[in-house]
């Protein structure tokens, strides 16, 4: 599975085009769309079957305005993309910029994946959001110990 990080322009943009510039069909193709909290749902031009939306804000718990993501929101992230990790071909991580949120829901899975979660942290494009990244990490290691146990 090969995993990128864009922003919702170049996403809305792609779903245009049917993600013809991705390289993907859409039945290949997985979307993990975070918004601000309280902003309507992404609405894409062609959205793909497998497709997670989200809203939660870009901060940390204990900052003064805004929600951070939750434990549960970690955990539906890490049943979106284990259940649906045979079918992925591309996984996009998609919030407004693309820069914080996103890159840390990919740093994360590309840690749980292939251990290689740093390559993004060391990109100067990307300013992944360190709460999310440990809150999404820790849910697909959860998440994967219980699938592992279910089927053997």
Known sequence: MKVIICDEKRLMRS???NYADLGVKSDDLAVISIRDYGDEPLSLADKPQMFLS????????GDDEGVPINDEQAESIAEFVLFNRNKIRLLVCQCIFGQSR?????AAVAEYFDRSGIKIFAD???CPNKNVFRKV??????VGKIRICEYP
């Open 15 to 17: 779903a245009k085009k």
């Open 54 to 61: 989200l809203a939660f804000d870009d901060v940390v718990p």
């Open 102 to 106: 996103s890159a840390a829901v990919a």
């Open 124 to 126: 100067e494009r990307y």
């Open 137 to 142: 990490l820790r849910a697909l290691q959860e």
